[in-house]
């Protein structure tokens, strides 16, 4: 067995080379474009460095535990395309008991060991008489192994197997990187595909969903027409334009108009909530009185035969805001009917009141004018009535939803009320909100901007003060 050369360097030549084969490693990580290649690149420049006359790197196959050659460096041309083929059996041949074992198997001398003259004729051939085996290891098992090859029979300086031993950890470190890198573009491109994909569907969803409240806002155009002849024809002869009516006549007629007249509150609402979705809806804010429309909201709602007491809350003086007075109308009317609808006997309260916007913090970002300047009105409509379970408090404002069970079937209503009422409130730029306990009361509070969004306080008129 011959020394190695390398005994002979000072210790920090033996520094320096590991320096430089983590370089070289690092650089073939920067360099390759798939990850495979790292070892290739990396061999090249490695096996110089070391000394060796040719090396080859072998990782385990997944499905059948064998290794394969993924990378080699120097080999003699007639096994190159042999290569592609040559397959270890784990635990076999110096190789396959690096990996075996996870250890560095050192072959000092092939021919003075009789155990490997299996190995001789393959050795000669490649002209060889040492080889190093070091196992790839990236967790806890080795993933393969790297085996570097020597003319000379040599065995290795504590210098050189540090550097093999870096020379294999590093590039197994690297190599797992660069396979993760890949996965993880892969990933990437699968989210990216995905994302795509997604997008498509929603733009479909979308165009679906227009192209069914298109359909919805004609049919529904197209329902008022003739709704409207019934209408007028009932009317006509309840009015006895075709001659008197006898009682079971005015009876039936009279049946006639109050279906019609539901049938014409759920097209008209069906019309304005598909308007709202496909933002045709037109908001003409003017300048108004919060509690003039609670009044006329009020006595527009209130029903014919009342069972509950009402009364309204707010300071005498008026509360402007600056709004479209017959979509707040509108809410305000169908928060009032509900509360009468699910309060057979007992309290209604409608107040009407000043609060500073929902989303001033009372601190303006610049120290001018704060955000939310003019802040908002809040209408609350209280009632004593049926009340709403904390599970229905949300659904309630879906379109078509009603608080399921006989107790409030027979109250009869469309379930389109509070979802109109929400889409209106939202393009006003407010919202409503309810706080409710079952077999107690609700109360439902609109909250609307005193200013629309964009106008300028000052533009607002001057107000009395508040007292509420
Ligand atoms: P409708 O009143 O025509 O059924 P809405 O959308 O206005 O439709 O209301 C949806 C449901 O919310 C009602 O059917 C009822 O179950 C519940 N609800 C609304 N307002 C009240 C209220 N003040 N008290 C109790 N339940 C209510």
């Known amino acids: 067995m011959i020394e190695s050369p390398e005994t002979a360097r000072p210790p920090s030549t033996g520094s320096l080379r590991e320096l430089q084969a983590a370089r070289e490693i690092a650089h073939a990580f920067l360099r390759a474009r798939a990850p495979g290649e790292v070892y290739n690149l990396a061999l090249e420049k490695v096996v110089p460095l070391v000394g060796a006359a040719f090396a080859s790197v072998f990782l385990r196959q997944p499905e059948d535990d064998l290794l394969r050659v993924v990378a080699v460096h120097n080999w003699p041309q007639a096994y190159a395309s042999y290569l592609s083929e040559m397959r270890v059996r784990i635990g076999n041949g110096p190789t396959g008991r690096a990996v075996a074992e996870n250890r560095v198997i050192e072959i000092f001398d092939v021919f003075a060991d009789p155990a490997l003259e299996d190995w001789w004729d393959a050795a000669r051939e490649l002209d060889y008489a040492s080889s190093v085996s070091l196992p790839l290891v990236t967790h806890t098992e080795p993933a393969g192994a790297i085996t570097f090859y020597f003319r000379e029979p040599e065995r290795l300086s504590e210098a050189d197997r540090s550097l093999l031993r870096l020379v294999a950890d590093q590039l197994a470190a690297t190599a797992e990187k660069a396979y993760l890198i890949e996965d993880l573009q892969r990933a990437n491109e699968k989210l990216r595909e995905q994302n795509v994909e997604l997008e498509a569907r929603y733009r479909e969803a979308d165009e679906a969903r227009r192209l069914k409240s298109e359909f919805l806002a004609n049919v529904s155009h197209e329902l008022r027409t003739p709704l409207t002849a019934i209408l007028g024809f009932a009317y006509l002869l309840r009015e ?94 169908n928060l009032i009917s509900n509360a009468f609808k699910f309060t057979p006997n007992g309290q209604i309260t409608i107040r009407v009141r000043k609060a500073p916007a929902a989303s001033d913090d009372g601190s303006a970002e610049d120290g001018s004018v704060p955000a939310a300047a003019g802040g908002d009105v809040i209408w609350e409509i209280e009632d004593t009535g049926i009340g709403i379970a904390p599970t229905d408090q949300e659904a309630i404002f879906d379109e078509f939803r009603q608080v399921d069970g006989s107790a409030t079937r027979r109250y009869g209503g469309t379930g389109l009320g509070l979802a109109l009422s929400r889409a209106l409130a939202r393009r006003l730029g407010g919202d409503i909100s309810v706080r409710s306990e079952l077999g107690t009361g609700s109360v439902f509070s609109l909250c609307i901007p005193r200013q629309p969004a964009g106008a300028s306080v000052a533009s607002a008129p001057p107000e009395a003060p508040n007292g509420s």
């Open 240 to 333: 006895g334009f075709s001659g008197a009516l006898h009682g079971e006549q005015a009876a039936s007629i009279a049946r006639i108009e109050s279906a019609a007249n539901t049938l014409m509150v759920l097209i008209n609402d069906l019309l304005d909530l598909t308007h709202l979705t496909l933002g045709r809806t037109t908001v003409e804010p003017e300048e108004c009185d919060a509690t003039a429309l609670a009044r006329a909201a009020l006595s527009a709602a209130r029903p014919s035969v009342v069972g509950a007491e009402v009364r309204t809350q707010a300071a005498p003086e008026p509360i402007s805001v600056r709004t479209d007075p017959v979509h707040v109308l509108r809410i305000l009317q």
